[in-house]
């Protein structure tokens, strides 16, 4: 492979808990009890789309007030032990992107502290396409951002709509089995890596 391309929550970061305790949160604040299980249903939407999901009246006042609790929860946020040893080789003599639904500065709040951007050549954020995952419009956009063809690229992802993302824009798909829990949805990805590292062998 030539270009890898990566999913942000779930993926690189450890964001799971920051997302999921900040809308439960959220949600009990305005009368609605679920369960962490519940809100877990909704991980790695977009916070609108996520919201429609679970069917919450008035989204984007919800949404509003989700997105103001993330920074209650930031210490549940991390890097995966060992993505930042394979993003550095990676980068050495390969092309890197980033596609994420979280808008840019979404992205800026979680990221900044882990000095990740580094190593990427090309980064497509939320509203940066006139579809999202699992469109194939954001892999699109960051191929023709890295100038490189689909099959020449594979996607690192956690959730199905990513692998929906990657096999609609013809590229590889790639699960990052090290930040999902639902192993049985995935018997279409073309590669399960357990740990980061393994990722190195397709480079």
């Known amino acids: 492979m030539n270009a890898f391309?990566?999913?942000?929550d779930g993926t690189l970061l450890n964001t799971e808990k920051m997302y999921m305790l900040?809308?439960?949160?959220?949600l009990k604040e305005n009368g609605f009890d679920l369960t962490y299980d519940d809100v877990y249903r909704s991980?790695?939407?977009p916070s609108y789309e996520a919201l429609q999901f679970l069917e919450i009246p008035n989204p984007e006042k919800i949404q509003k007030e989700w997105q103001s609790h993330y920074h209650d929860f930031w210490d549940e946020v991390d890097v995966f032990p060992g993505i930042q040893e394979v993003l550095a080789k990676l980068a050495?003599?390969?092309s890197v992107g980033l596609v994420t639904s979280n808008t840019a500065e979404e992205y800026a709040d979680h990221a900044n502290a882990f000095s990740i951007d580094q190593y990427f050549d090309a980064f497509v954020f939320a509203g940066q396409t006139p579809r999202?995952?699992?469109?194939a419009d954001p892999i699109e956009k960051a191929m023709t951002d890295l100038e490189v063809e689909p099959n020449e690229t594979i996607y690192i992802g956690d959730s199905v709509h990513d692998m929906q993302a990657a096999?609609?824009?013809?590229?590889?798909?790639g699960l990052a089995g090290w930040g999902t829990k639902e192993r049985d949805l995935f018997e279409?990805?073309?590669?399960?890596f357990e740990v980061p590292a393994d990722i190195m062998k397709l480079a």
Do not use: C, R
């Open 5 to 8: 391309v990566f999913d942000v």
């Open 22 to 26: 900040s809308l439960q949160h959220t």
């Open 43 to 45: 991980f790695g939407l």
């Open 92 to 94: 050495e003599s390969h």
């Open 132 to 135: 999202m995952k699992p469109f």
């Open 167 to 173: 096999h609609n824009a013809n590229a590889k798909f």
């Open 188 to 192: 279409h990805a073309d590669y399960i």
